[in-house]
């Protein structure tokens, strides 16, 4: 089974996102904040990273270039979700990594497509 870690920080993002998702197969790991994303991800190896971009601690931008210079993850891709939609934030995410980009508010069939598309 594939695993997907996720890093939000707002808990009723963390619902509606475990919602979207709860009928697919994935083993689906949460983290509150950047640093504990980038910890968990050294742990459990996920297939996936989805990040807020801002959290506390370490932004999603931050965590993708950490994720990126470690050799055991630079390859998982990363999804950066953002409720900013300037081009200088869309060129940070990525210019540090980034795969893709996912716009707030979190559409579910976005969000499953993209994560679709990210799998295989």
């Keep these: 089974m594939k ?4 890093a939000e920080d707002s808990p009723l993002s963390r619902q509606i996102i475990e919602a979207f998702l709860s009928n697919i197969e994935i083993d689906l790991h949460f983290a509150v904040d950047g640093d504990e994303a980038y910890a968990k991800a050294i742990d459990i190896n996920p297939d996936l990273v989805i990040l807020d971009i801002m959290m506390p601690g370490s932004d999603g931008i931050k965590v993708t270039e ?20 300037d081009r200088d ?8 990594g980034a795969t893709d980009i996912i716009h707030k508010p979190l559409k579910k069939d976005t969000l499953l497509e993209k ?6």
């Design 89 to 96: 934030t869309i060129q940070r995410c990525l210019k540090a």
């Design 3 to 6: 695993k997907v870690l996720v």
């Design 66 to 85: 950490m994720l990126r210079e470690r050799d055991s993850l630079k390859l998982i891709p990363i999804i950066i979700f953002t409720a900013l939609e």
């Design 115 to 120: 994560i679709s598309i990210h799998l295989k």
